[in-house]
């Protein structure tokens, strides 16, 4: 009779997000929600228990599917774009939340938290990442472009944004495993740091530059953002792909102050990071299972502290639609080496990066979140082009 009540509360619950019809199911009952015929199924084991989905929506159905305690019957993908366009509805107790969304900025922690995500092994990210390794969104120029081609046309394109000429120094924060600083190094013979706090990306990057025999050209260091003034360096460019996500709100202004720092008066900044219209906290089962510390940053916030620090902002492109379908490719690799995932780690650790990559892809396709490139100059810089001279990534 409780589980009854308890199946009840939670379908009520549920009832909220009925923009589309579907049905959630148990054993032995059935129950409707919205009208018209289900586009997809929700099958419950047990019912999640009213509590939970007040605390944190995103954490109580997150961790049901996880445990195998929720299943979608349909299109994965398609069941969470639907709840996700309805994401307003979600209920988040802030107070309660407040240890899980609000970490430690230390650099012992942020070191902990960015490692437990990059390091858990390039041979599982091998698996399915392009031959690239790039793991962050692409650019898909023309319809019939692969990932990897999509891949290379984007970091073609960020560099055709530096404006890099023969012989100019270029940092990269948060470099992956280094296939940006190996492209720029090969086409433009510029000389290249790049830093990153994963031990298993220094290595793959550190063995890259030995294979391609570009030992007098990069470097790989594995340094916190924070230690950059102490290098005694200064670069023609900077360069950061998909690091920012993992700064912290209150670091933001610590972030471009480094960046600047490190940079000459009239060098290019480039940033490429997941960002959003206003400011929030982020979502809990992301910050818990994914990426401990991730705090997303808004578009104004960015240009906002960029102008305190005498950057002049060149253009902002949004590609949003590029890093759904870059999800979406990564999301169908991923399933198709899904025995193997689970040979390394276990069907849990399956249903988790399944949910997180359909979940992300969601997320770009209704507009909840944004993938932005920001170029600016530090100071005035009279010298570049006064038109685009960037366009199309080049073949």
Partial sequence: MFAALEEKEMVRFLCRFSDQPFLVRFRDREYPVGDGKPTFIVNFKKAVPLSKLLTSTSLALGEAYMEG???IEG???????H??????????????????VHTSLSKKNQEQEVTSHYDIGNDFYRLWLDETMSYSCAYFEKEEDTLYQAQVNKVHYILQKLYLKEGMTLLDIGCGWGFLLIEAAKK????????????EQ???????IQEEGLQDYLEVKRMDYRDL???GKQFDR????????????ENYPVFVECASQVLCGGGLLLLHFISARKEFSGDPWTKKYIFPGGMIPSLREMISFLAEKEFHVLDVENLRLHYNRTLLCWEKNFREQADKVQEMFDEHFVRMWDLYLSSCAATFHNGIIDLHQVLATKGINNDLPMVRWYGSPLR
Avoid at 188 to 199: A, C, E, F, P, V
Avoid at 240 to 249: D, I
């Fill in 75 to 81: 299109n994965l993908y398609e069941a969470l774009d």
């Fill in 69 to 71: 305690n929720l299943d």
């Fill in 202 to 208: 220094e290595e793959e990057f550190q063995r890259r």
């Fill in 238 to 249: 900077v360069v950061s792909v998909g690091m920012l996500e993992h700064v912290g709100r």
């Fill in 188 to 199: 433009y013979k510029i000389h290249g740091t790049g830093i990153t706090l994963s031990r």
């Fill in 229 to 231: 003034p102490e290098l």
């Fill in 83 to 100: 709840f996700l366009g309805q994401m307003d509805r979600f209920s988040s107790d802030k107070k309660a939340l407040k240890r899980l």
